[in-house]
Structures are given as C-alpha cells and as structure tokens.
C-alpha cells in the first residue's frame, strides 16, 4: 500500500470522529486511552494495564498477556468564552464576543499486543496525539486573526519490547503520523474592498517519528517507568485560497512547524492489597514552536522573503505533575482518583493567540474498572479541567489584523470508555 493510500485510509476511516478538541496544554491530547483518564493519567509509564502501553511506554507490554487489544473513545468538550475589554479592531470595523470558540470533539483509540515468545512483544497502536479546534462567529472583533482553527493528527504506532530480565524491560517503536491543518481569517485590512474578504490555509504532511521506553519492576509492589516520545518536523503544503480573488488571489502554500518531543517518569506503588498509588511527571518540549510562517509557492508573491503571514507564538516548555489511586472494591470492580497540573506554554498575553486561548489547567479525575471475567474489562472515566482565567492583548494593528485585548472564561470536560480484552 503506497503512503498516499495509506493516508486516504486512515483519515476516510476516522472522518466521523476526528474533530479534535486541546485537553492537555497548547494542542498536545493526553486522551491516548479512557483507562488512565479516572487518574488524571498518573502512573502512564508504569501502569502497563492493557495495550494502550503501547502509546505511554512500549517496553510495558512485556507486563500484559499474550495476546490483548484495547479500544477507547473520549469525547472532550473544550469551552472557550471571550469578553471583550478594550479592544482596537480594524478601521470602520466593529465586532461580537465571538460566541463560545469551543466545541464536542470525540478523539478514538485502538491497540493490539502480541507475544512472539515469552520475551518479545509486537505492539500497533492508533491515536492522535494533537489536536485543536477553535471557531468563532464570524462577525466577532478577532475575525482579522483567526475564525477557524482546526488541526488534526492520525498517529499510527508499531512497537516492539524486550523482556532483558524480571526487573528490566525496553521498548520501542515508530511513528507514522499525518497533520492536516485548516486556518481561516478575514484578510487584513489595508482598504475597505479587504474588510469581507475571508481567507483559508488549507495544508496537510506525513511525517515519521519515533519512541521509546524502559519499565523497572524494582519489588513486586513497585514499578518504575520512563518514555520519550521524539519531536515529529511537518513540512506541510495546501493552498491559500479567498472568496474575493481581486483582493488575494489563490495561491499554493506552505507552512513548517516541529510538534513537540515530550519525556514521562512514572511510578506504580501498591500500598496493600486494595490500594495502589500513581504518580507522573512530564515535560513537553514546546519551545520549538517560536514563529510559524505561512509562505506563497504560486503566483506572483512566490519567493519572496516576506511570509504571506507568521503566526508569532513564542512558545515555552512546559511540565506537567499528576498524582493518582486506584482502589480494589471487590473482583469485579476497582475505583480511580486523580488530580494533575498542566503548565501552558503560552508565555502571557501579549502572545496569546486567539486561535489559541490557552492557559494553566488543574485536572479532577473519576473514574471505575468493570472486570466481567478474567480476559476482559470495561474503564469509564470523567475528567474536568479547570482552566486559570485566561487575558489576551494581541496587537497586529501594524499588519491591519487590529488589537484583541479581553479575557476568557475556560474550562474543559472530559468522558471516557475504554474496552480491554486479553485472548
């Protein structure tokens, strides 16, 4: 199968539950399983429940049966509400709040483990590890900078782990991953003609990354695991398309842009036989996202050394800490508990995209684990993230895209199920 039928596959397989919604900080997706979301994802490197290891820490299915498969759904539904304190639109423009940029998104996920032999696994998994959409009326005072903002990722995951003794296993594995990105704004306003002209970028790119991890089984009580996750560089290309060719005409376009790298150390300790303690902490490597060009490649702006836009984000690092428990009611059942903090990379708000509204987030975690037999589970879980009231003052008056200065009201919530089968 070529790569470009590959891509049609997946993105025609997805396409009824791909509109993706930022749960974690900027537009990473924590949401790779519903299992470990009643945790706030706590102990996501250690825990090696079911086959969504596969994502977390590869070298986990070394942990699971011989053979098992997981399949979750999240539906997240980000809230977004912007209040207007000052700000400066275009000339001869006013403009709405904008309405609630959020929208329901369902976010799917899939995985299969397999034993070659008592030390060798083979793993797939399926997800999308990014993800954002924002959406505004079209009449709101930000229109000049961004309406619509939708990016989407389809991950696919081969793994493979190693089993070196009883304490120590290895994993790795590679990724295949497809961006596709739709960004639409009036165009900026350099004459009355340009106020009701909407402008679209429309570009996708497939990329290839890599992961890897190790799980340490220090007592029986006790699990230790690490992960990296490598940075994926996306060259994508599209067009820049108008509704009015006499003020921008249709052009080829392109834009580059590195998703981030990000580390996990967890810990699994049980505290009894009815109790077991999670932790995690991570750090996602988000300063590779300083300026984002979008460049012309047709027409009679192509090649010039002016981008036809840059979007200026100036991103940081960021950390994220969550501590979890999981408590054993009986054989059938088992609860979970989890709280998480989640650093923005956003730096203030002079460089807060509207596309983008997003800050500092406090995770509540609920969740329960149905066991029907011995092969095979159910975990629903809720989560709902508090989000630290949000200013913006972005000033692209000097570009004609005017100065949005207000606040947002934020929050996120979260709906999981997943279903894990071992055979």
């Known amino acids: 199968m070529t790569k470009t039928m590959l891509s049609r596959t997946i993105t025609a397989a ?39 290891t596969i994502f977390f820490n590869p070298a986990g299915m070394t942990k699971l049966q011989d053979r098992e498969f997981s399949l979750g759904l999240n539906l997240i539904r980000p809230s977004y509400k912007y209040t207007n304190e000052g700000s400066s639109v275009a000339p001869a423009s006013t403009g709405s709040n904008g309405g609630d940029a959020g929208s329901i998104a369902a976010l799917p996920n899939g995985y299969m483990s397999w034993a070659l032999n008592k030390d060798w696994y083979l793993g797939l998994g399926f997800g999308a590890p990014f993800g954002l959409k924002t959406e505004y009326d079209e009449d709101w005072v930000g229109r000049f900078q961004s309406i619509k903002f939708d990016i989407k990722t389809y991950n696919i995951n081969p793994s493979l782990a190693w089993r070196i003794n009883d304490m120590v296993s290895v994993g790795a594995g590679v990724n295949w991953q497809r961006m596709e990105a739709e960004y639409v704004r009036k165009a900026a306003v350099i004459n009355s003609l340009a106020q009701n002209t909407t402008i679209t970028l429309d570009a996708d790119n497939d990329s290839w990354g890599w992961n890897a991890g190790a799980l340490f089984t220090l007592s029986p009580d006790t699990k230790l695991g690490i992960s990296y996750r490598s940075a994926v560089k996306h060259e994508l290309s599209g067009t820049l398309t108008s509704d009015n060719q006499l003020v921008s005409p249709d052009v ?55 981008p036809a836009q840059t979007l200026d984000v100036h991103f940081r690092n960021t950390w994220r800490a969550a501590l979890g428990a999981t408590q054993k009611l009986n054989e059938q059942w088992k609860m979970k508990y989890g709280i998480a903090y989640d650093q923005s990379p956003v730096r203030g708000a002079d460089t807060r995209l509207v596309s983008l509204p997003d800050n500092n987030r406090t995770w509540l975690s609920l969740g329960a684990q149905y066991k029907f037999n011995k ?10 993230l508090l989000i630290k009231e949000t200013t913006v003052d972005n ?29």
């Open 395 to 423: 000033d692209q008056s000097a570009k004609g895209r005017g100065r949005v200065t207000g606040r947002y009201d934020g929050s996120v919530a979260i709906l999981g199920v997943q279903y894990s089968q071992s055979f």
């Open 252 to 306: 080829s376009a392109r834009a580059d842009i590195t998703l981030p790298d990000t580390w996990i150390l967890s810990v699994a300790q049980k505290m009894g036989p009815d109790w077991e303690l999670l932790g995690d902490l991570s750090r996602t490597g988000w300063a590779k996202i300083q300026n984002v060009d979008v460049w012309r490649t047709s027409g009679s702006s192509a090649g010039q050394a002016t």
């Open 14 to 52: 997805t396409a009824l539950l791909a509109a993706q919604g930022a749960s974690a900080s900027g537009f990473q997706l924590q949401e790779q399983n519903a299992s470990g979301l009643g945790n706030s994802y706590a102990g996501s490197a250690a825990v090696a429940e079911n086959a969504s």
């Open 375 to 384: 092969t095979s589970t159910i975990d629903v879980g809720a989560a709902y």
